[in-house]
Structure formats: C-alpha cells, structure tokens
C-alpha cells in the first residue's frame, strides 16, 4: 500500500546509519574481499537511492552478484526492488535473507507487506507477520501489517482485536486509520448478513465487539430488523451510558424508537388498529417519559374513537336457538437496515384519504334504499374459510359515502356486517320467496307508478363458484338462469358444498329484478375463482373440479359492478386498510372520477376510472394479482352530484 513507501525509505537510511546494511561479518559464496566490495558498492547504491532509483537498484543488483549469500544484501535487494515495483523480486530476495538470518522483525514484516501485495501467498504473510510482531513487539509497523494479514485472511474478530490493541500502544494516523479499516469490515461483514436474513448470526458476531461504539450501533440495528425491539431499545439505552458523547450512539435509541413508532402507525393504517395500540402501550409502560410513544398513543385512540360511527348496533334478540359459535460500507449498510418510514405527526395522516373529508351530496336522494353487506369473520364458524380482512371497514365507509356522497337516508340503509345464510335470505328473500326485508323497505317506499325507490346492494366478503357436477338448477325444480353458478358466501357456510349453503347470485339478480324499484345498482367486491388473499376457500375440493363463474349479467333497469373477473382474484389493500376495488370505488365517487369537472359522477365515468386504476394498482401492491373490474349497465345514470 502507498503509505508503507516511507517507511521504506526510512528504512534504507536508517540501515545506513546504525550499520546493519553490509555488515563486516559477511558470509556466502563471495569471498572476503568480494564481500567487503560488495558493502562499498552498496554503501554507494543507498546514497544514490533517493536521487534515482533505479541506479541504485543497479548497484544493489551488482552488489549481490558479488555476494550473493549475505542476508544484510538480500535483504537491502529486496528493499530496493520494492520500491522499484517489483514485488515477486523484491519477495524472493527478502526470503532468501530470513533464511539465512532470521528472527529479524524489520525483515519479516517487510516481506510480511510484501507478501500481501502480491496477494498469492496470504496465509504464509500471515505468519510472517506474527513472527515480526514477537520480534519486534514495539514496532507500530509490525503491527499494522499484522492487522492487514488478519482482515486480508478472513480474521475479522481478530483484526478488529488485534488492531484495538495496537491504536492503544501507538498514536499515529497510520494504526488509527487501519483501526477503522479493521472495524469497518467487521461491522459490514455483519450488516450484510443482517440485510440477507441471517440475524441470528449477525447478532451474534456483533455482540462479540463491545468496545467500539459503530459496532455496538450496528448490533442494536441487527437486534431491530430482527424484530427483537425491547432488547434492541434496551442495549441502545445501554450504549448512551458506555459512550457517553459519541453523537451517533448518541441517536440510536431515539432512530430505533421511531422506527418502533413508524411501524405501530403502518400496522394501524394497514388494519391492524388493536395490535398497534396494544404495542405502543405496552413500551410505553417500559419508557413513560418518551414523548414519541406518548404521541403514537394519542393519535391512534383519538382516530378509534372518532370511528364509533361505524360500529352497528344489533338489534336486540329476544330468542335464541342452538346454533354455531364464533371464536463505510458498513455506513451504508446500516443506513439502509436504519431507514424508516414517513413520520406521521397527525391524527388524519391515520385515516387514508378515502376515510376523511367525504363530501356531502348536493342532490338528495331521501327514498331510496340501501342494503349493504360486510361479510369478514368466517374462521370463527369453524368451517376453514378464511376471514377477509377489510370487509367490516369496507362496509362502514361504503355507509358513510352511501349517505354523505349519495344523499340517502340514514334511516333506508340496511347493514349487516357477518351475514349468515338465513340472514341473507331474510333481506334478499329465496327462489321460492323473493318478498324479504328490502322488498318490504322498496314497498313501503312507492310514492307513485312515477316515484319509486333506488335501490343500492354492496356486498363484500368471499365469492365461490359451484363445482362441476353441481345441478344448480335443481333448487325446488326452478329453472337455472346466468349467474347461479356463482355464490355469495355467508359467513357459516361451508365452501366444500357452496351449491347447498350460499347464496345463489343468480337468486340476488332475480329478486332484485322482481323489486317496484325505479333503478337498482349492484356492487360486488368479492372474487369467484376460488381463492382469495387469505387463502383458499375450497379446503377438500381440487381446484380442476371448479366452475367457471362469471357474477355478472344483465339487470332490468339495473347496473352491476363486480370487482374481479370470473378467473380473477379480488385483492386487498393493506397500506390503505380497504380492499382494493372497494377503495377506488369510494376515491371515485370523491370526485376523482369526476374527469369533465360537473360535479356530476356518472356509471360511465366511475366505469372507466376503475378501468383505469384497479388494474394497474393490482399488479403493484404487495403480493397483487391481475384484477379487471366487470362493469355493465347504463352508462348515463347519474350516482352522483356533488356540491
């Protein structure tokens, strides 16, 4: 390396001045007199050395051809060819002076360095080294190179050891340097085993090195993206005490709490509100006075209370029956292992866009009738369904905007969120009985032949087709029509056997058709393929028996959006706590929809928007899937005016 090139230097000279270049005791295949010339040559050649080189060299060349066994002029050789570049010469005359006389430490840590230039024989200069050392146990040079040979074999902890040691004995930029070399290798060997996975093994070579303080970040980093964050804050806290005004231990623990708090915010806005409130709570029993869990605390009970509006009251039951129950490089390394996400300061930044500020509708809608459906907790009947996970959510906003974006009654609104099989039936009626709970809201709502109802069905939850084999028609000898060989699956059905306990969406759109409404408008956010995020709905049916199931036809008077098409799988959107057609549905009806700036959201605008987003956001989210809105009816109705 550039920096040994003085010590070099310095070394020829102070060979000249305390007399071991050219000892009179000469040995070799020269005789005497050869010898002593040749010692009067290299006196010469070292003079000549600092005013050209390569003169010198000359000298010392023809020195060692008079005397080619005397260890004082292989080793003044090999200096000199060193310094002229010529490493594999500069090796084979440093060998051959140890051989001839060794124990030497300035011999043996020169072809040490020597050795480690060329780079072949690492192992061998590694020995070299150790011997220089205990040769020469003062020498900071010797316990440089040492430190080299270790990291440049591998000997990570040792280099890190061995190079604590030396920075202690000897002050100088030199050993510091290669202390902070030794460390930083150590530490990045580490971290890139953090960032690959491996954290048991990081955490461990990391807790072997106590002393320097960027190893000791590093561990507590290691101890974070493990996910091991009481002990990761707890060695932080430690690390202020025992490096007590080295600003980047300094912050560790502040970084580390915040990423703490960053990801209590992203498991809250993600659906996870119990979880997330849970945890803050729980560390700030540990650190009462830290403001930022204070904060965190703060704003996520501030947002679940501000959400009582969306918690249905059941109705009372005055009965029951028996019946299912429900359950350096190593800088860089750690900037990216350290890097969290976007603060969140306040309150709204908990609620995604589509949750606040939901517009008020300027156009009324007082008789019309809403039925809305959320459908999430299926694990708790038992029946190896899994559950969806924003469908409860999904549901109390679809409320909000149904009533605030478009204009109806509070009171005309039917929500259900967990619907069973019976439930449904009692709200859409059956194949033999299409006269349910909304046929009566319709009813009791006719003001006129000319002033009928609207009506607005949302269902989100899990879809299913039926199994090849199934006769879906046999339902009470009721002939088949386009759509029963796709269900709506309540919460207590049992998928292996969908044709006997969903809910026929072919039943949904005759019913519907049968309703004296004036338009009747369907959303459905729910797959038919089979599978969904949260698994498969099918647990002992092969996917190869499924059916083909399209949840769309043609409605009288009606319109029908359908999140997914028949093959497709209808995705979440966690980093907005919303399934993903549900989402864009709502942001639509916001007004980003509203592309000619009337004010005015028509099928055909909402259409063509969704056409737009939900396709291109599947393939981006996490773990998304392709996802086509099916979208049919008339494209002129109006849904919406805003103000």
């Not at 009179?24 to 050395?49: H, N, P, W, Y």
């Amino acid at each position: 390396m550039k920096r040994k090139t003085g010590y070099v230097l310095c070394l020829i000279t102070a060979g000249l001045m305390l007399g071991w270049l050219f000892p009179c005791q000469v040995s070799g295949v020269g005789t005497d007199a050869e010898c002593s010339l040749a010692r009067k040559i290299g006196e010469e050649a070292a003079k000549t050395f600092a005013k050209n080189k390569t003169e010198a060299l000359k000298l010392f060349i023809k020195a060692n051809g008079l005397c080619p066994d005397d260890p004082a002029i292989n080793y003044n050789l090999g200096l000199a060819y060193y310094r002229n570049g010529n490493l594999k010469e500069a090796q084979t005359h440093l060998k051959k002076s140890i051989e001839k006389e060794g124990g030497m430490g300035h011999r043996l840590n020169l072809l040490a360095w020597v050795m480690l230039d060329i780079g072949a024989e690492k192992a061998q200069a590694l020995e070299y080294a150790k011997k220089a050392v205990k040769a020469a146990p003062d020498s900071a040079e010797a316990s440089d190179t040492l430190v080299r040979a270790l990291l440049e074999n591998g000997l990570l902890y040792e280099a890190a050891v061995e190079a604590k040691n030396a920075s202690a004995r000897f002050k100088g930029k030199e050993i510091e340097g290669r202390y902070r070399e030794a460390i930083d290798a150590y530490t990045a060997f580490y971290l890139k085993k953090t960032k690959a996975g491996e954290h048991d093994e990081a955490i461990a070579g990391l807790k072997r090195i106590d002393f320097d303080p960027d190893v000791v970040n590093a561990y507590c980093w290691a101890l974070f993206a493990a996910g091991r964050m009481d002990e990761a804050l707890m060695e932080a806290e430690k690390a202020k005490g025992k490096f007590e005004g080295n600003d980047s231990v300094k912050e560790t623990f502040d970084r580390i709490m915040d990423g703490f708090v960053q990801g209590c915010y992203k498991d809250f806005k993600e659906g996870r509100r119990a979880e997330a409130v849970k945890a803050v709570d729980d560390m700030k029993k540990i650190y009462p006075s830290n403001k930022g869990l204070a904060d965190a605390y703060d704003n996520m009970m501030k947002v679940v209370l501000s959400d009582l509006e969306t918690i249905t009251v059941p109705e009372p039951v005055f009965a029951t029956s028996g019946g299912a129950k429900r359950g350096g490089e190593s800088a860089g390394l750690l900037d990216d292992i350290r890097a969290g996400g976007t603060t969140l300061a306040a309150v709204d930044d908990l609620k995604v866009d589509v949750d606040r500020d939901i517009p008020v509708a300027k156009r009324k809608n007082p008789n019309a009738i809403a039925v809305i459906i959320g459908n999430r907790n299926y694990s708790g009947f038992g029946h190896g369904i899994p559950d969806v996970d924003y469908a409860k959510r999904d549901a109390m906003y679809i409320r909000k905007y149904v009533t605030g974006v478009m204009g109806y009654s509070e009171e005309n609104i039917i929500i259900k969120i967990d619907a069973t099989k019976a439930e449904m039936e009692k709200i859409f009626g059956t194949r033999q009985d299409f006269r349910g709970k909304l046929y009566n809201f319709v009813k009791s709502g006719v003001r006129s032949e000319s002033a009928k109802p609207d009506v607005f069905v949302y269902y989100t939850g899990h879809g299913a087709p039926s199994q090849k084999g199934d006769d879906v028609s046999s339902d009470h000898g009721a002939p088949a029509r386009k759509g029963d060989d796709a269900f709506l699956v309540p919460v207590d059905a049992d998928a292996d056997y969908i044709s006997t306990n969903g809910y026929p969406v072919g039943v949904l759109y005759d019913n519907l058709e049968r309703l004296p409404a004036n338009r009747v408008m369907v959303v459905l956010d729910a797959c038919f393929c089979g599978k969904s995020p949260g698994g498969a709905i099918f647990k002992n049916v092969s996917p190869a028996i499924y059916k083909s199931a399209s949840p769309v036809r043609e409605v009288a008077n009606g319109v029908v959006f359908a999140s997914a098409g028949k093959d497709e799988m209808s995705n979440w959107y966690p980093e907005m706590g919303h399934s993903l057609f549900t989402y864009f549905f709502m942001k639509g009806l916001k007004g980003d929809a509203d592309r000619d700036g009337d004010k005015a959201i028509s099928v055909k605008e909402l259409k063509e928007y969704l056409y737009d987003e939900v396709p291109r956001k599947s393939l981006r989210i996490r773990g998304g899937s392709p996802q086509t809105p099916l979208i049919l009816g008339d494209d002129a109705w109006e849904i919406a005016r805003l103000k």
